[in-house]
């Protein structure tokens, strides 16, 4: 069958108005039959809500779409296969938000338990992450908060398009914060002060995304050549579009970095975490205990603070969340720290050298068997500094 042909299908089965299908990703049997398809969908007469319905996916030779339920499963030479395009969300604040913490303003240097827990400050007389781009995926930022003021470039917006990546949630201005804050004089000072975020607003104003916005927020960080992705979100399935997109950014020689879950269970951890050469991250408490609500297991790469973490608001506010999200952004700093000493660091060492500097976790090997303990920004950067030399 032609393109056409596969065009009358997919004009029977979308569901434009999207009311009641599910959204799918149809993936195509490479390259070529995408690229054919995508010409013939954009040369075609078809009315503007069935085009609009679909969307294409490059990176992954795919579209997604929502297909009307109770139709027959669509078949094509050309069709390699199709999953469903599942919902996923950022990981949840493990603890109320705290409005008291919210609506604190301090004056002069206030830095965060967890980055001086990590030893960031004795870090920065090598390293502050400068020229360090990390690519955000999540709910957008703040770009009026004064601590991130000099510290956010160009992003995009995947919910509303043609919009910049504002945070309705306040989850993406949180992570964003620990990464990179930067108010000494009157704010928090974040783990690396001198990088520079990218938000990928892929997420909306109540922590949703589907995996397709996710595979174009890599898609968009490929492009634009971001050093690190970090990914403060997780779901328990393994969705196949997912997993290409972190392969393909990570054989761009990105370091992919998410969070494990915050269930506390003791030998799983959460998808897109639990993917090879995705280093994962678990949570601690200020007394280097691992967190009760982090999942633990030997799939954890390392570990870092993530319980009652002070960040970024919306509205030039602070808020106090827990969860191994807040851990993620401390791990995303200090790789930050690490590529600012040096650029070529592959994944295999990066991960390696977080391992080896890292400082052990009361009751860790006991319980989960990992491999990696409580990230120490000090000790990896004086490691770093000691080889270059």
Known sequence: MSESALLRMLREAVDAAAASGKRHIIHFRGKSAFNRFVKAWQRTAETLSVKAAIQPIPSIHAVSCSLKPG????HHRNIRFIEEDVPIRVHSPYVRLTQQAAALRQTGLNIPWGVRQIKAPEAWKTARGSKVRIGV???GIDYSHPDLQGRISRGVNLIHRGLPPYDDNGHGTHISGTIAASNPSSGIVGVAPQAIIHPVKAFDHNGSAYVSDIVLGIDWCIRNKVHIINMSFGMKTCSKSLRL???NAINQGIVVIASS???GKLSAIDYPARFPHVIAVGATTTNKKVAPFSNLGGSIDIYAPGDKIKSTWLQHKYMELSGTSMATSHVSGVI?????VRPDLSLSEIRTLLRKT?????G???RSGSRGGEVDAARVVRALATSRG
């Open 71 to 74: 139709l027959p499963p669509l």
């Open 137 to 139: 995926i999540d709910t």
């Open 245 to 247: 997109a972190v392969r």
């Open 261 to 263: 879950g915050n269930e």
């Open 336 to 340: 930050a720290l690490m590529l600012s």
């Open 358 to 362: 890292s400082n052990p976790v009361y």
């Open 364 to 366: 860790l090997k006991a």
